[in-house]
């Protein structure tokens, strides 16, 4: 069992920057595959970006490609995103993700993930 607590939500003007963190607990971080999603109010949930289980391999959406960075520390047990640039339409509750996998493959997918967090809110205003 992972359990997963984001934390570094908030609120921040258009164009500015914030890292959002997930602390998970359990055995085996360094095994997991982790992710990030987010939702917007009224949308479905959508992918955000993905970490092998070394951090040598990344993946993100078009929609933050040059604008977040996904990391991880598997000393400490944590995974970061880093956004810069932001846009009201970043604003979401942002999740993380895990899934017990050495093969970075079908990220995007929500199934793929069998554990998440509560999610933290990141508010962007115009």
């Known amino acids: 069992q992972v359990q997963l607590v984001e934390s570094g939500g908030g609120l921040v003007q258009a164009g500015g920057s914030l890292r959002l963190s997930c602390a998970a607990s359990g055995r085996s971080f360094s095994t997991y595959v982790m992710a990030w999603f987010r939702q917007a109010p009224g949308k479905e949930r959508e992918f955000v970006a993905a970490i092998n289980w070394s951090g040598s391999s990344t993946h993100d959406a078009d929609s933050v490609k040059g604008r977040f960075t996904i990391s991880r520390d598997n000393a400490k047990t944590t995974v970061y995103l880093q956004m810069n640039s932001l846009k009201p339409e970043d604003t979401a509750v942002y999740y993380c993700?895990?899934?017990?996998?050495?093969?970075?493959?079908?990220?995007?997918?929500?199934?793929?993930?069998?554990?998440w967090g509560q999610g933290t809110p990141v508010t962007v205003s115009s």
């Open positions: 993700a895990a899934r017990a996998s050495v093969v970075f493959g079908s990220v995007t997918h929500e199934s793929a993930y069998a554990y």
